[in-house]
């Protein structure tokens, strides 16, 4: 071997072991920047809360008596109080961000009746129950109801939602069943409880979901030929979060 060709090949040598050492290093940088992407990722998720967090409290009081329910902050508030000489009302409505969806807060400082139902006219279409840990004497309810033409009614489906009172007729009706049992339980008031207790002379309470494209503008319930309309209500991001802040009831 000349020299001239050990030089050449000493000359290989180096760019060689150059282009190894830059290889290795860009591969470095990449891998560092994928590894430390993904952790400032999860610590700005962990710093600033989602939109639709449960981050804001709603409190309605009555005689003695708070509800609270949790709720995203850009929900907002209205109260609407009455105070007389027969009763005293608390009223708390907290309004999704297009105030398509409502969740409704009435408290009684007297204990009320809520409506009846002495013939049946309808029947069971949908109905889905969950129990509260935070309630005794109601869970929640959403149910949808077929009504035959009536005097006063279309035939047709009909929506509500919300916390009704616990009885064994409740809590045993099913798809099918007379739609007495569901119709008007979301009116219904249930009582305060205290140490497993009900303490039903103190106030009484009402807690329920109005969708206004299901409603009239006097809060009575629309009737539709078909449950579809109903059906993508229960689909809805809004709805589901209007479901949340109910299931998120505490009572003090």
Not at 58 to 75: R, S
Not at 94 to 117: E, H, N, R, T
């Amino acid at each position: 071997m000349s020299y001239k060709q050990s030089q050449q090949g000493s000359v290989l040598a180096v760019i060689s072991a150059v282009i190894v050492i830059l290889f290795v290093a860009a591969l470095g940088y990449v891998l560092y920047q994928n590894m430390s992407k993904p952790k400032a990722t999860e610590q700005s998720s962990q710093q600033a809360p989602k939109p639709d967090d449960l981050s804001a409290i709603a409190e309605t009081a009555i005689a003695g008596w708070t509800i609270a329910l949790k709720h995203p902050a850009d929900w907002t508030i209205e109260r609407s109080d009455i105070t007389n000489e027969s009763a005293e009302v608390a009223r708390t409505t907290l309004w999704s961000k297009d105030k398509s969806i409502a969740v409704k807060v009435k408290m009684y400082s007297a204990p009320q009746l809520g409506g009846s139902c002495d013939v049946s006219t309808s029947t069971i279409s949908y109905v889905k129950r969950a129990v509260l840990p935070g309630i005794q004497s109601a869970h929640f309810s959403e149910a949808i109801i077929h009504g035959q033409k009536t005097e006063y009614a279309e035939e047709g489906f009909t929506f509500s939602s919300g916390l009704v009172v616990k009885d064994a007729e409740i809590e045993g009706a099913v798809v099918g069943d007379d739609g007495c049992k569901l119709a008007w339980t979301v009116s219904d008031y249930f009582a305060k409880e205290s140490d497993g207790s009900y303490e039903s002379d103190v106030a009484r309470s009402a807690v329920t979901i109005h969708v206004a494209s299901l409603e009239n503008s006097d809060e009575t319930l629309k009737t539709f030929q078909s449950d579809q309309a109903i059906k993508d209500v229960l689909a809805s991001d809004d709805y589901k979060m209007a479901v949340r802040i109910v299931q998120s009831y505490s009572q003090k």
